[in-house]
Protein backbone atom coordinates (compact mmCIF):
# COMPACT_ATOMS: atom_id res chain seq x y z
CA UNK A 1 0.00 0.00 0.00
CA UNK A 2 2.56 2.55 1.04
CA UNK A 3 6.42 2.44 -0.07
CA UNK A 4 9.13 4.50 0.79
CA UNK A 5 12.00 4.20 -1.48
CA UNK A 6 15.64 5.43 -0.55
CA UNK A 7 14.24 8.58 1.40
CA UNK A 8 16.29 11.50 2.49
CA UNK A 9 16.01 14.84 3.83
CA UNK A 10 18.18 17.17 5.81
CA UNK A 11 18.47 20.09 7.63
CA UNK A 12 21.50 22.50 7.07
CA UNK A 13 23.25 19.15 5.97
CA UNK A 14 22.62 17.25 8.96
CA UNK A 15 20.32 14.03 7.61
CA UNK A 16 17.06 13.82 9.75
CA UNK A 17 16.09 10.94 7.59
CA UNK A 18 18.35 9.59 5.81
CA UNK A 19 18.23 7.09 2.79
CA UNK A 20 15.19 5.32 4.40
CA UNK A 21 13.11 2.67 2.64
CA UNK A 22 10.35 0.29 3.65
CA UNK A 23 6.78 -0.90 2.71
CA UNK A 24 3.45 -0.66 4.63
CA UNK A 25 0.75 -3.46 4.01
CA UNK A 26 -3.05 -3.18 4.01
CA UNK A 27 -4.56 -4.14 7.04
CA UNK A 28 -1.42 -4.25 9.56
CA UNK A 29 -0.04 -2.04 12.28
CA UNK A 30 3.28 -1.55 12.52
CA UNK A 31 5.11 0.81 15.21
CA UNK A 32 7.71 3.05 14.68
CA UNK A 33 10.02 3.85 17.65
CA UNK A 34 13.42 5.20 18.54
CA UNK A 35 15.21 7.62 20.75
CA UNK A 36 14.30 11.29 20.66
CA UNK A 37 15.80 13.57 17.72
CA UNK A 38 15.79 9.75 15.41
CA UNK A 39 13.96 11.48 12.53
CA UNK A 40 10.62 9.80 13.19
CA UNK A 41 7.97 12.80 12.96
CA UNK A 42 10.14 14.33 10.27
CA UNK A 43 9.36 11.07 8.49
CA UNK A 44 5.90 11.20 9.13
CA UNK A 45 5.80 14.97 7.60
CA UNK A 46 7.45 13.72 4.72
CA UNK A 47 5.76 11.12 3.84
CA UNK A 48 2.20 13.14 4.04
CA UNK A 49 3.98 16.41 2.29
CA UNK A 50 4.31 18.79 5.23
CA UNK A 51 8.41 18.31 4.06
CA UNK A 52 9.62 17.53 0.49
CA UNK A 53 12.58 14.91 0.58
CA UNK A 54 15.67 16.01 -0.82
CA UNK A 55 15.65 12.73 -2.62
CA UNK A 56 13.94 9.26 -2.89
CA UNK A 57 10.42 8.30 -3.66
CA UNK A 58 7.05 8.01 -1.89
CA UNK A 59 4.23 5.93 -3.60
CA UNK A 60 0.84 5.10 -1.94
CA UNK A 61 -0.87 2.14 -4.57
CA UNK A 62 2.10 2.68 -6.58
CA UNK A 63 1.86 6.50 -7.73
CA UNK A 64 4.25 8.68 -6.71
CA UNK A 65 3.06 10.77 -3.90
CA UNK A 66 6.47 13.20 -4.09
CA UNK A 67 5.38 16.74 -4.53
CA UNK A 68 1.71 16.16 -3.78
CA UNK A 69 0.20 18.66 -1.00
CA UNK A 70 -0.93 17.33 2.45
CA UNK A 71 -4.60 17.42 1.32
CA UNK A 72 -4.20 15.76 -1.81
CA UNK A 73 -1.94 12.85 0.35
CA UNK A 74 -5.18 12.95 2.27
CA UNK A 75 -7.76 12.36 -0.48
CA UNK A 76 -5.47 9.82 -1.69
CA UNK A 77 -6.41 7.71 1.44
CA UNK A 78 -3.48 8.61 3.84
CA UNK A 79 -4.90 10.30 7.27
CA UNK A 80 -2.56 11.43 9.75
CA UNK A 81 -2.76 12.40 13.54
CA UNK A 82 -0.30 14.55 15.17
CA UNK A 83 1.70 14.92 18.73
CA UNK A 84 -0.01 18.38 19.01
CA UNK A 85 -4.33 17.58 18.72
CA UNK A 86 -4.93 19.83 15.71
CA UNK A 87 -8.69 19.88 17.07
CA UNK A 88 -10.94 23.53 17.29
CA UNK A 89 -11.84 23.40 20.82
CA UNK A 90 -14.29 26.19 20.75
CA UNK A 91 -16.30 24.49 18.09
CA UNK A 92 -18.54 21.11 19.48
CA UNK A 93 -17.37 17.84 19.29
CA UNK A 94 -19.48 16.48 16.33
CA UNK A 95 -19.11 20.19 14.57
CA UNK A 96 -14.84 19.03 14.88
CA UNK A 97 -15.58 15.77 12.67
CA UNK A 98 -17.98 17.08 10.34
CA UNK A 99 -15.26 19.89 9.31
CA UNK A 100 -12.82 16.73 8.60
CA UNK A 101 -15.34 15.90 5.61
CA UNK A 102 -13.15 16.88 2.19
CA UNK A 103 -16.27 15.80 0.05
CA UNK A 104 -17.17 19.79 -1.84
CA UNK A 105 -13.60 20.99 -1.04
CA UNK A 106 -12.10 22.00 2.56
CA UNK A 107 -13.68 25.76 2.72
CA UNK A 108 -16.49 24.45 1.52
CA UNK A 109 -16.98 22.70 4.17
CA UNK A 110 -15.79 24.93 6.94
CA UNK A 111 -18.51 27.03 5.91
CA UNK A 112 -21.14 24.64 5.86
CA UNK A 113 -20.02 23.92 9.76
CA UNK A 114 -19.69 27.48 10.63
CA UNK A 115 -22.97 28.41 9.18
CA UNK A 116 -25.10 25.54 10.69
CA UNK A 117 -25.30 23.95 7.72
CA UNK A 118 -25.60 19.99 7.98
CA UNK A 119 -25.68 17.43 5.15
CA UNK A 120 -27.86 14.87 6.13
CA UNK A 121 -25.07 12.18 4.71
CA UNK A 122 -22.07 13.62 6.52
CA UNK A 123 -24.01 14.47 10.12
CA UNK A 124 -24.61 10.52 9.93
CA UNK A 125 -21.19 9.38 9.48
CA UNK A 126 -20.20 11.67 11.76
CA UNK A 127 -22.70 10.40 14.48
CA UNK A 128 -21.30 6.64 13.40
CA UNK A 129 -17.61 7.94 14.17
CA UNK A 130 -18.38 9.34 17.25
CA UNK A 131 -20.21 6.14 18.30
CA UNK A 132 -17.51 4.12 16.89
CA UNK A 133 -14.86 5.80 19.16
CA UNK A 134 -16.83 6.08 22.13
CA UNK A 135 -17.78 10.14 22.36
CA UNK A 136 -21.55 9.98 20.99
CA UNK A 137 -22.45 11.56 24.08
CA UNK A 138 -19.93 14.60 23.78
CA UNK A 139 -21.37 15.13 20.90
CA UNK A 140 -22.64 18.61 21.52
CA UNK A 141 -20.34 19.56 23.97
CA UNK A 142 -16.96 22.00 22.72
CA UNK A 143 -13.99 20.08 22.30
CA UNK A 144 -12.17 22.00 24.69
CA UNK A 145 -14.10 20.73 27.14
CA UNK A 146 -13.06 17.08 26.53
CA UNK A 147 -10.14 15.15 28.63
CA UNK A 148 -6.83 14.88 26.98
CA UNK A 149 -7.72 11.13 26.31
CA UNK A 150 -10.91 12.23 24.44
CA UNK A 151 -9.30 14.76 22.49
CA UNK A 152 -7.07 11.98 20.76
CA UNK A 153 -10.48 10.24 20.34
CA UNK A 154 -11.87 13.41 18.85
CA UNK A 155 -8.79 13.38 16.56
CA UNK A 156 -8.99 9.82 15.35
CA UNK A 157 -12.65 10.28 14.65
CA UNK A 158 -11.67 13.49 12.13
CA UNK A 159 -8.90 11.14 10.61
CA UNK A 160 -11.63 8.96 9.79
CA UNK A 161 -13.53 11.38 8.36
CA UNK A 162 -11.53 11.12 5.48
CA UNK A 163 -11.95 7.74 4.88
CA UNK A 164 -8.41 6.72 5.19
CA UNK A 165 -7.11 3.20 3.85
CA UNK A 166 -3.87 3.85 6.14
CA UNK A 167 -3.77 5.77 9.19
CA UNK A 168 -0.37 7.45 9.91
CA UNK A 169 -1.02 8.25 14.54
CA UNK A 170 2.14 9.98 16.29
CA UNK A 171 2.22 8.98 20.08
CA UNK A 172 -1.69 7.71 19.69
CA UNK A 173 -1.54 6.61 23.48
CA UNK A 174 1.00 8.90 24.88
CA UNK A 175 0.37 10.75 27.82
CA UNK A 176 -3.25 8.90 29.16
CA UNK A 177 -4.02 6.39 31.52
CA UNK A 178 -3.88 2.76 31.38
CA UNK A 179 -7.50 2.50 31.01
CA UNK A 180 -7.16 4.85 27.65
CA UNK A 181 -4.71 3.30 26.29
CA UNK A 182 -6.67 -0.06 25.90
CA UNK A 183 -9.30 1.60 24.77
CA UNK A 184 -7.50 3.22 21.94
CA UNK A 185 -5.06 -0.21 21.38
CA UNK A 186 -8.92 -1.84 21.26
CA UNK A 187 -9.97 0.69 18.60
CA UNK A 188 -7.09 0.48 16.57
CA UNK A 189 -7.63 -3.61 16.38
CA UNK A 190 -10.64 -3.05 14.92
CA UNK A 191 -9.76 -0.83 11.95
CA UNK A 192 -6.99 -3.45 11.15
CA UNK A 193 -9.88 -6.05 11.02
CA UNK A 194 -11.76 -3.39 9.10
CA UNK A 195 -8.92 -3.55 6.47
CA UNK A 196 -7.55 -0.12 7.48
CA UNK A 197 -3.30 -0.44 7.94
CA UNK A 198 -1.71 1.51 10.54
CA UNK A 199 1.37 3.12 11.02
CA UNK A 200 2.45 4.40 14.08
CA UNK A 201 5.23 6.57 16.37
CA UNK A 202 5.07 5.62 19.52
CA UNK A 203 7.17 5.18 23.24
CA UNK A 204 5.29 3.21 24.76
CA UNK A 205 6.84 0.35 24.29
CA UNK A 206 4.05 -2.30 26.05
CA UNK A 207 1.50 -0.94 24.17
CA UNK A 208 3.57 -1.63 21.28
CA UNK A 209 4.04 -4.86 21.88
CA UNK A 210 0.38 -5.51 22.62
CA UNK A 211 -0.74 -4.31 19.11
CA UNK A 212 2.13 -4.18 16.57
CA UNK A 213 2.65 -7.21 14.51
CA UNK A 214 6.29 -5.40 13.14
CA UNK A 215 8.43 -2.85 14.76
CA UNK A 216 10.42 -0.18 12.89
CA UNK A 217 13.63 1.49 14.91
CA UNK A 218 15.25 4.82 13.83
CA UNK A 219 17.97 5.69 15.50
CA UNK A 220 20.06 8.82 13.52
CA UNK A 221 17.71 9.09 10.55
CA UNK A 222 18.52 5.44 9.60
CA UNK A 223 16.39 2.25 10.15
CA UNK A 224 18.22 -0.25 12.13
CA UNK A 225 15.97 -3.11 12.53
CA UNK A 226 12.56 -3.69 11.15
CA UNK A 227 10.94 -7.48 12.21
CA UNK A 228 8.31 -9.41 14.40
CA UNK A 229 8.26 -7.10 17.42
CA UNK A 230 9.70 -9.83 19.58
CA UNK A 231 12.65 -10.27 17.52
CA UNK A 232 13.54 -6.95 17.25
CA UNK A 233 13.28 -5.94 20.80
CA UNK A 234 16.12 -8.48 21.48
CA UNK A 235 18.52 -7.09 18.72
CA UNK A 236 21.88 -5.62 20.20
CA UNK A 237 21.69 -2.40 17.91
CA UNK A 238 18.38 -1.95 19.23
CA UNK A 239 18.91 -1.99 23.03
CA UNK A 240 22.22 0.06 22.63
CA UNK A 241 20.13 3.21 20.55
CA UNK A 242 16.94 2.73 22.54
CA UNK A 243 16.05 0.20 25.22
CA UNK A 244 18.89 0.67 27.71
Do not use: W
Not at 36 to 41: F, Q, R, S
Amino acid sequence: MLEVSGVSKHFDGVFAVNDVTFSISKGSITALIGPNGAGKTTLFNVITGFLKPESGVIRMDGRSLNGSEPYEIAVAGLGRTFQNLRLIKGLSVMENVLLAFHEGGVFRSILKALRGIRREEETRKAAELLDFVGLAEKAGDPAGDLSYGQQKLLSLACCLALEPRLLLLDEPVAGVNQEMILRILELLGKLRDRGIAVFMIEHNLDAVMKIAERLIVMDEGRIIADGLPAVVKEDPAVIEAYLE
